[in-house]
């Protein structure tokens, strides 16, 4: 199966991301081989608000990107909100226009809810198109909310896209998003305040200091609709690719990926023991505290 | 020191909650007496964006409980976020007119970054304010991040806090919110498309179904600085408890309370053995995938 991946074919991998996403069980043994085939391809996240014209800016990242003759996967990732899906699904039309190059790979992946379930599955798909020889593999979210940060720590490099017009108020939400951003782009670059914007960005993040011990995250802006500043905003980002493989980064990462996973399989475990139900239950009725039960289950 | 808490004593109180902020070890083992001696304080979740006014409600509420002769806590949970940090202790001033009364326990904690940890700290604290008699036990938290979700899930009743003149564009983002809310609060009434936002945010969530098993929340107009509106919106409050406490609400939140206890353990535990190092060293050179290394980990 990994051979075939490695061949480049499409439906193999189109396969198997479908048994990813559906958390086939068959795929967990398939892990160490499919990571070791891994080829070294670049995880760019790409994150920010519905109205950034951020699908745009992916789309015109694309096209920048099999100008330079890299091949190009896409993971499309939905957060669970009954709220945002038909938005976001309309969004993603505008990166169609790529779906007949055979170089681009694009997939949408819903997420399943489950705390870490959408990293687990991100992560795990990125691996796949990795080792399918695609290279950046881009994860595109939606919102301001737990799975972008997730998909932030599943990524080398992430890039936030904003839209000058988004008021102080809005800044603020999105603060959390900016601890986030190892690029940032102001899109929309055609309009008014975007320069404005974009100056106000640099001076928030260089006078952040003290707490953030790294290099404040470059300000491009961008104006993907007529293609400017998307070269340099790829340039940005392979940069930061260097950055993102320095011995310190790629600790920090995989430490938080191994942390993940010991969550998820602690968990896993648990709730398949006979004491699941009963412990749950005694917590729900204040008889037991949530720290003690859980360290009855994990010491069964 | 559990019936120094009973006794009502501030000090005890405070020290404690100072020992769980710091993560000191000696307060796992006061965990399941804490736990007993709980006395079904209410434990209410105020979130929303910078903006909202949401301080002032919070503060109007706690004047409307004040006046039910209720003892009222309050847990100020800031993020770790280094941009917003002086943005919201500004905020959080205006909660001070509530600093001399005896029976207004407030108490502002800070987040320590580590995934679960704003959210066992907040738990922990919400309990240690329940067995020291307060009722109910306000969480304040602002933002849309992923710390949000998390308070949510200690909170009995999770309130979201809105402001009208806030666009399609953060009504966007902020659906992440709004997915946690049990009771959503569209303060400052008095401007002009109060009403209206409250209409749509009522018409988005009675539509949104489907997906949503439950009864949408209701949508309550406020106006904190004259007082409209918050006496409804603490019997709305109120109302929910019932719904919270019904079993199957009960034992959903503690399976989500006993899974994050299980991650936390599991990441301590291995965190603390001699392969810890080594384990994520080689997930880091690609040479283990996070899984495969977390099942080992898990199984010494």
Redesign the interface.
């Known amino acids: 199966m990994v051979d075939e991946l490695a061949a480049g074919e499409r439906r193999p991998l189109a396969r198997l991301l479908t048994r990813i996403e559906n958390g086939d069980p068959t795929v967990?043994p398939l892990?160490?081989q499919?990571?070791?085939a891994?080829r070294g391809g670049h995880v760019v996240g790409i994150t920010g608000?519905?109205?950034s014209g951020k699908s745009t800016l992916v789309s015109a990242l694309i096209g920048e990107w099999r100008r330079r003759g890299r091949r190009v996967g896409v993971l499309a990732v939905d957060?669970?909100?009954?709220?945002?899906r038909g938005?976001i699904l309309g969004d993603r039309i505008r990166m169609m226009e790529h779906a007949a190059d055979r170089d681009v790979f694009m997939r949408s992946m819903a997420s399943r809810g489950e705390?870490g379930g959408i990293a687990a599955t991100t992560?795990i798909a990125a691996?796949a198109l990795d080792a399918a020889g695609y290279d950046p593999i881009l994860i595109e979210t939606v919102?301001?909310?737990?799975s972008e940060?997730?998909v932030a720590r599943v990524a080398e490099t992430t890039v936030v896209v904003e839209a000058p017009e988004?008021g102080?108020?809005?800044q603020?939400?999105?603060?959390?998003?900016?601890?986030v951003a190892d690029v940032i782009a102001v899109n929309k670059g055609d309009r008014p305040g975007a320069d404005r914007a974009a100056r106000q960005l640099r001076a928030?993040l260089s006078t952040?200091?003290?707490?953030?011990a790294r290099q404040p995250p470059p300000v491009m802006v961008t104006t993907a609709t007529s293609g400017d500043g998307v070269a340099a905003l790829a340039d940005a980002i392979e940069k930061h690719r260097e950055a993102a493989r320095e011995?310190i980064a790629?600790?920090d990462?995989?430490?938080?990926?191994?942390?993940?996973?010991?969550?998820?399989?602690?968990?896993q475990?648990?709730v398949t023991t006979d004491a699941w139900e009963s412990?749950?239950?005694a917590?729900?009725?204040?008889e037991?505290?949530?720290?003690?039960?859980?360290?009855r289950?994990?010491d069964r």
Chains 1, 2 share one sequence.
């Open positions: 967990r892990l160490p499919l990571f070791a891994g608000p519905p109205g957060p669970s909100s009954p709220y945002t938005a705390l992560w691996a919102g301001a909310g737990q940060v997730e988004m102080d108020e809005v603020a939400i999105k603060a959390g998003l900016l601890e928030m952040a200091g003290g707490r953030v011995p790629a600790r990462r995989a430490a938080h990926q191994v942390r993940r996973g010991l969550a998820d399989l602690a968990a475990r648990a412990t749950v239950d917590v729900a009725r204040r037991l505290d949530p720290m003690t039960a859980a360290e289950l994990l």
